[in-house]
């Protein structure tokens, strides 16, 4: 037989209301105030901040691997002079060559110049628009010549290695593939520079 005591603390027990810890209040989306719309801002532009200084500086990186892909075929192809017929000023395809990767060597070099120059003062030469238009535009017939010009001189090559493998011919498929590399990574830099045209404000 229980106690009268047990029976109304069962009773007690059994009508008290079970309590459940309340959540805090959430954060209202819909209508945020100042100060979380104020850091929403800051990150934003934060964010952006470091997405224009990694394509500024990814700008940089490959126009100067451009630039010494440009140099490096100048050079094997000015040098490539062996006497008689292995002269490379005797081709026409091959002096086409060396003319366009003169022309790379000194646009990658002077906007490789321009960009560090705007990385180190943070001042632009020219409004961003009007750069990154310019950018845009020598970057893709930069490419589109070293293309032009390594494609031409591959079949010519081809068929003198057929019959003679020699330094000549050695010479010239380097200098041919540094061609093709400086057009890979003017291409890369054509795709940022398009990029950042896009996401200019034309206001």
């Given at each position: 037989?229980?106690?009268?005591?047990?029976?109304?603390?069962?009773?007690?027990?059994?009508?008290?209301?079970k309590l459940e810890p309340t959540a805090p209040p959430s954060a209202d989306v819909e209508n945020p105030t100042a100060e979380e719309a104020g850091a929403g801002v800051t990150t934003g532009?934060?964010?952006?901040?470091?997405?224009?200084?990694?394509?500024?500086r990814g700008s940089l990186a490959l126009?100067?691997?451009?630039f010494l892909f440009s140099l490096l075929a100048f050079i094997i192809m000015a040098s490539n002079k062996h006497g008689d017929w292995m002269n490379f000023d005797r081709y026409e395809?091959?002096?086409?060559?060396?003319?366009?990767?003169?022309?790379?060597?000194l646009y990658t070099g002077a906007q490789a110049l321009i960009k560090v120059q705007e990385l180190s003062t943070g001042k632009f030469l020219f409004p961003q628009w009007t750069s990154a238009l310019f950018d845009f535009c020598g970057d893709q017939i930069a490419a589109y010549l070293l293309i032009?010009?390594?494609?031409?001189?591959?079949?010519?090559?081809?068929?003198?290695?057929?019959?003679?493998?020699n330094i000549?011919?050695?010479?010239?498929?380097?200098?041919?593939?540094?061609?093709?590399?400086?057009?890979?990574?003017?291409?890369?830099?054509?795709?940022?520079?398009?990029?950042?045209?896009?996401?200019?404000?034309?206001?």
């Open positions: 037989m229980s106690k009268p005591n047990d029976t109304k603390e069962q009773i007690s027990h059994v009508g008290s209301p532009i934060l964010r952006r901040w470091k997405r224009e200084d990694l394509l500024r126009r100067g691997l451009a395809e091959y002096r086409y060559v060396l003319a366009i990767s003169i022309l790379s060597t032009s010009a390594a494609s031409s001189a591959v079949p010519l090559t081809n068929k003198m290695r057929e019959s003679q493998d000549f011919t050695d010479s010239s498929a380097s200098a041919i593939s540094m061609a093709f590399l400086a057009f890979f990574t003017l291409a890369l830099s054509a795709l940022v520079s398009g990029y950042k045209l896009s996401t200019q404000s034309y206001i």
